[in-house]
């Protein structure tokens, strides 16, 4: 298993542990389509000394039709303040789905420039399988006073941009092969448009010169629990779908969650991060601009 994604087993052990610097974060997330409150689920149980990270709260604020793009530094800053987590802190994540809006924020952490950060493998039900205690209650973030603690230090080569992937898929269409590409992590009835995307008047579809990797294929259930696949069954779904691990590669899904299951995925199959870039605002923000050109096939 790699650092980036460790066991419920390794994470009972270090929270234990009086010399650990280990700071965990609930980072469960639900579509509104679900009408389900991660909030309130955490309440009722989450790790014990765990946090609530809530991306739709810790984000882009002033991209109003886009849920939850990624935070300017000094927002993501003062909320790490807030949750008592220092630069030099091992952050632990998790969510409900097993291995799912975790990788989000993990992902924003890279994007922050803290790369000691990794997720539970199964998330909560990895955890109360083993038969580990859980608590109650509501989370538990300071008011932040003085000077800030926690220092980002973004990486813009992680993140991609409206412009950057019209660009890219501008060179797509001319027949470069040294450009990067496309993988969608949306299901494939989406991508094809034969299904609604669960937003409202948003035109389902995908870009040109796009490749269809949904997310749930990097995942599998063992003994009840979604857990990652392994490195090489992973780099299979992707090979199998003609993407080339050697060349970079842009993640892209419905509103930038499941695309970072993907990152999250090609890192552990051994992808380096510098061929890796998210498409913050993805498919709601490309299908929102009327010059965008949207396939369905």
């Known amino acids: 298993m790699s650092s980036s994604l460790v066991s419920a087993s390794w994470l009972h052990a270090n929270l234990d542990s009086s010399r650990s610097n280990v700071k965990v974060l609930d980072c469960s997330w639900h579509l509104p389509t679900a009408n389900r409150s991660a909030r309130t689920e955490y309440a ?3 790790i014990p000394g765990a946090q609530f990270f ?4 810790v984000k882009d604020l002033s991209k109003g039709d886009l849920p939850h793009m990624l935070p300017p530094a000094s927002f993501f800053g003062t909320s790490m303040d807030r949750y008592g987590i220092t630069g030099s802190d091992h952050v632990v994540l998790y969510d409900t789905w097993g291995v799912g809006p975790a990788c989000r924020v993990l992902w924003t952490f890279h994007a922050m420039g803290h790369d000691k950060v990794s997720v ?5 039900a990895a955890w109360t399988r083993e038969g580990y205690a859980v608590a109650k209650g509501e989370s538990s973030e300071s008011q932040v006073g003085g000077q800030p603690v926690y220092h980002p230090h973004d990486d813009p080569l992680l993140v991609c941009s ?4 019209v660009g890219n898929i501008e060179q797509l269409k001319s027949g470069k092969s040294d450009v990067k590409q496309i993988v969608d992590a949306r299901p494939h009835s989406r991508f094809t448009g034969e ?3 669960p ?3 948003l035109s389902s579809g995908h870009m040109p010169h796009s490749v269809s990797v ?3 294929e990097m995942t599998t259930v063992v003994e009840g629990v979604q857990v990652l696949k392994s490195p090489e069954e992973i780099r299979k779904v992707f090979e199998d779908r003609g993407v080339d691990l050697s060349r970079p590669i842009i993640t892209s899904c419905g ?3 499941t695309a970072a299951i993907l990152y999250f995925a090609l890192l552990n199959a051994g992808v380096p991060r510098e061929l890796l870039t998210l498409y913050d605002g993805s498919w709601t923000e490309y299908a929102l601009n009327p010059h965008s050109e949207i396939i369905k096939d």
């Open 120 to 124: 539970l493998n199964g998330g909560l």
């Open 214 to 216: 949904p997310a749930t």
């Open 54 to 57: 809530d991306i739709d709260t």
């Open 255 to 257: 509103s930038g969650v």
């Open 44 to 46: 009722k149980s989450h």
């Open 162 to 165: 409206y412009v950057d992937v």
């Open 195 to 197: 299904a609604p995307e």
């Open 199 to 201: 937003r409202a008047g």
